[in-house]
């Protein structure tokens, strides 16, 4: 297991851009998927965009275009790069981790992993 703790959100108006860290513990880091979950209050929880083990990346398509996923090894940190930010995309954001890649389709299911941090809440005016 690692542990994940999550920075960068805040408020922000529409078309603004914010930067979501993940630093996590453990030597395992660069061996494992990771992906960035949003929950808005009271909805599901969805799948936001994952970097596999070899650095491949799946984006959804809510956001695909304006999010960027990325992942340095070295600083034990995964980052998600947000432009064009919209009301929709309030919410609290969580990193998750995977101790192998999920299955084909299910890299963005939340089930699929097993360590999550604590939340960052983005709120988009």
């Known amino acids: 297991h690692v542990q994940l703790v999550e920075s960068g959100g805040g408020s922000v108006q529409a078309g603004g851009s914010l930067k979501l860290s993940c630093v996590g513990s453990g030597n395992r880091y660069s061996m494992l998927c990771m992906a960035w979950f949003r929950q808005p209050a009271g909805k599901e929880r969805e799948g936001v965009a994952a970097i596999g083990m070899r650095g491949e990346t799946k984006i959804a398509d809510s956001v695909k275009g304006r999010f960027t996923i990325a992942k340095d090894n070295a600083k034990n940190t995964l980052y998600l790069q947000m432009n064009s930010l919209k009301p929709a995309d309030t919410a609290m954001y969580y990193c998750?981790?995977?101790?192998?890649?999920?299955?084909?389709?299910?890299?963005?299911?939340?089930?699929?992993?097993?360590?999550w941090g604590q939340g960052t809440q983005v709120t988009v005016s």
């Open positions: 998750a981790a995977a101790p192998f890649d999920p299955p084909t389709g299910y890299v963005l299911v939340d089930d699929e992993y097993i360590d």
